[in-house]
């Protein structure tokens, strides 16, 4: 029977979608998992680890399903930090021919920019440690308030400071001391962000979509919204492609996807961040809306050995809206879901909690706890149309405080 083996997986999101997307494929699916609490119906056999790393483990088990008969098609993760690794594993299986040190060098933000210091996309960066105190910062980096400071292997805006004072600074220290390994020191780049979805494919870049990201700050930075198809001028196109292809090129990502954050600023685009994987969330129905790609289905595709399809069908407009909320409890009901499903242009009202779910004002990605797409006949009318729908949905939520926790 034709297998695909998955690396690790979220409860929701692009990791979860891609085992049913990989089912309706055809393929019997095996999941190698950290995490005794995951079950979907798409998976045939459940193989769980608390040490996905042992590789040893995980290549004994696959020789035994080979020996059971199952024909193993692709070893792929859309996870940190196994992507890889997972890669890896396909290599060694004979699988596939991906560039495992490039995808291996994008889940350290540290080493990407390391790589990449002398591209003109790269903004001022630096390593430091606990010791280091924002006086010697300032007058020897020559360098100006705020800024940004981070842990190198964060994803999903987790452990990413905004510094704009000597408290700030120190409380960032603080915090991002635990994680025992130097701390990237970004200088603050302002302007309108965006993402860029691409697979590699025998050295050929091929830009599947360039999406506007709606960054807010609220103690951390957020994306709240984001618009397809980007609405750029042609120059500025143009410039993008450019610079994302030498960044790609200087990675020596020969084979693999991986999706890019930009900002467009008055002295060219900058380089916000590059992740060895397709973007989380509901990225892929945000694609497909806009496009008719379905972007996991292509990269399985591609991890199976077969030629993707990412020729768009075509060219709608498209709005997705996440959902947050404002304090910190218990989940007791929601409302509206329906109501918001019937709003014109409405494709996908997508609530990823439950009831009796402790929810959280945010603190990283994780904490946007739905999602809303719709469509429209230009930018405009796609994000009315979602915001008109967002309107109708009500999270009500029981504060810790009155339950005497």
């Known amino acids: 029977m034709e297998t695909i083996i998955f690396i690790g997986c979220y409860k929701t999101g692009t990791s979860a ?44 088990e696959i020789d035994t399903l080979i020996e059971q008969g199952y024909q193993i098609r692709a070893c792929l993760s859309f996870i940190d930090p196994f992507v890889s690794y997972a890669a890896s594993l396909s290599n060694k299986l004979g699988l596939t021919n ?106 050929k870049i091929f830009v599947i979509a360039v999406i506007e990201q709606e960054v807010v700050y609220e103690g951390i930075f957020l994306v709240e919204g984001y618009h397809y198809p980007a609405q750029l001028e042609n120059k500025e196109y143009e410039s993008l492609i450019e610079s994302i292809k030498g960044i790609v090129e200087r990675l020596e990502l020969t084979n693999g996807s991986c999706h890019v954050e930009m900002r467009n600023t008055q002295v060219g685009w900058k380089l916000i961040e590059i992740n060895p994987r397709m973007s989380g969330g509901n990225m892929n129905r945000i694609i497909e809306e806009g496009t008719g790609i379905n972007l996991i289905k292509e990269i399985i595709k591609m991890y199976a050995g077969e030629q993707p399809a990412i020729i768009p069908k075509k060219a709608k407009y498209v709005y997705a809206r996440y959902l947050t909320v404002k304090s910190t409890g218990i989940l007791v009901k929601i409302h509206g879901k ?41 930018k405009e009318e796609a994000k009315a149309n979602a915001n008109r729908a967002v309107k109708e949905i009500r999270f009500y939520i029981e504060p810790l405080e009155k339950m005497g926790l």
């Open 17 to 60: 979608e891609a085992l049913f997307i990989a089912k309706e494929l055809g393929y019997f699916i095996v999941l190698f998992t950290n995490k005794k609490t995951i079950s979907f119906s798409p998976i045939d056999h459940q193989i769980y680890s608390n040490n996905i790393f042992d590789e040893d483990f995980i290549l004994n």
């Open 98 to 203: 991906l560039s495992v040190d490039s995808l291996s060098l994008m889940e350290n933000k540290l080493f990407v920019r390391n790589r990449l210091k002398d591209h003109p996309g790269t903004p001022f960066y630096t390593a430091i440690d606990e010791a280091c105190s924002l006086e010697k910062l300032l007058k020897n980096g020559n360098l100006p308030l705020p800024f940004i400071l981070k842990n190198p292997i964060s994803t999903g805006a987790k452990d990413v400071m905004f510094v704009e004072s000597l408290e700030t600074f120190n409380n960032a220290i603080h915090y991002l001391q635990k994680f025992k390994n130097p701390m990237l020191l970004e200088e603050y780049i302002p302007g309108p962000q965006y993402l860029i979805e691409i697979i590699v494919l025998n050295s």
């Open 338 to 378: 329906d109501e918001a499903l019937k709003h014109t242009g409405v494709k996908l009202v997508d609530i990823k909690a439950d009831e009796g779910d402790l929810l959280s004002i945010p603190y990283s990605m994780g904490n946007r706890y739905g999602s809303v797409i719709a469509v429209g006949n230009s």
